[in-house]
C-alpha cells in the first residue's frame, strides 16, 4: 500500500521538518513506499553502528547535547509516541493526544546505564511493531485525522514523521557522533 505524502493540512508546522526528511530519505532510497524505507532504516542504523566502540554510547558531540545512546533512546521513545498517536488515530479515535516533554524523557531513560547492542536491539523492537501496525492499516485507516500535541494530524503524517524523524538521527548519528 502507498502511504502518499500528507498535506501540510495534515501536520503540525514542525512535522514539516520530518515530512521532508522523509522525502528526501525515500528519494535516496531510491522508493516511494514508506513502508520500504520504514524497513531498511534499522538495517541502515546496524551498519553505521554495528563495528563502533561500543564506548561511543557515552559520547556527546557538543556540551549540552545528548550522548550517542540518550539519542537512540530518544529515537525509541519518540517512536512509541507516534505509533501510539497513529494506532488512536487510524482506530478512529478522536480523543485530542498531549504532547511530551523529549528534554524531560532523556535523562530518565538512564542509556548512559546500557549497552549499545541493548540499545540498537529496543530500536529493532520498536521498529517490528511499528512495521505490523503499518502493514495493517487500509486506506480508509491511513486517511483518519485526530489531533496530537494541540494540532491536527492524519494517520499518514504520523508514518511520514516516524520514517522522518529516524531519518533526521540517522544523518546526526552520522555527522555528529561518529568519528571521521
Same mark, same amino acid.
Given at each position: ?37 520504514? +524497513?531498511?532504516?534499522?538495517?541502515? *542504523?546496524? =551498519?553505521? @553502528?554495528?563495528? #563502533? ?5 557515552? &559520547? $556527546? /558531540? +557538543?556540551?549540552?547535547?545528548?550522548? *550517542?545512546? =540518550?539519542? @537512540?533512546?530518544? #529515537? ?5 509516541? &507516534? $505509533? /501510539? ?96
Amino acid at each position: 500500500m502507498m502511504i502518499t505524502r500528507p498535506l501540510p493540512a495534515e501536520h503540525a508546522p514542525y512535522a514539516a521538518t520530518y515530512i521532508e526528511a522523509t522525502a528526501h530519505a525515500l528519494a535516496a532510497a531510491g522508493t516511494e513506499q514508506v513502508a520500504e524505507l520504514l +524497513a531498511s532504516q534499522p538495517v541502515a *542504523l546496524m =551498519e553505521l @553502528l554495528g563495528a #563502533v566502540d561500543p564506548a561511543l554510547v557515552a &559520547f $556527546a /558531540y +557538543a556540551p549540552d547535547k545528548w550522548t *550517542l545512546g =540518550e539519542s @537512540l533512546v530518544h #529515537v525509541a521513545d519518540t517512536e512509541r509516541v &507516534f $505509533a /501510539y498517536r497513529l494506532l488512536r488515530i487510524a482506530r478512529g479515535d478522536v480523543t485530542p493526544l498531549p504532547g511530551f516533554d523529549q528534554d524531560a524523557w532523556v535523562p530518565e531513560s538512564r542509556a548512559a546505564r546500557r549497552p549499545l547492542h541493548d540499545i540498537l536491539t529496543e530500536l529493532h523492537s520498536v521498529r517490528a511493531a511499528t512495521l505490523s501496525l503499518v502493514a495493517s492499516l487500509d486506506e480508509q485507516a491511513w486517511s483518519q485525522v485526530g489531533v496530537a500535541s494541540g494540532h491536527p494530524i492524519s494517520a499518514r503524517a504520523l508514518a511520514w514523521m516516524i520514517a522522518g524523524h529516524f531519518a533526521h538521527h540517522l544523518t546526526l548519528t552520522q555527522e555528529r557522533y561518529l568519528p571521521r
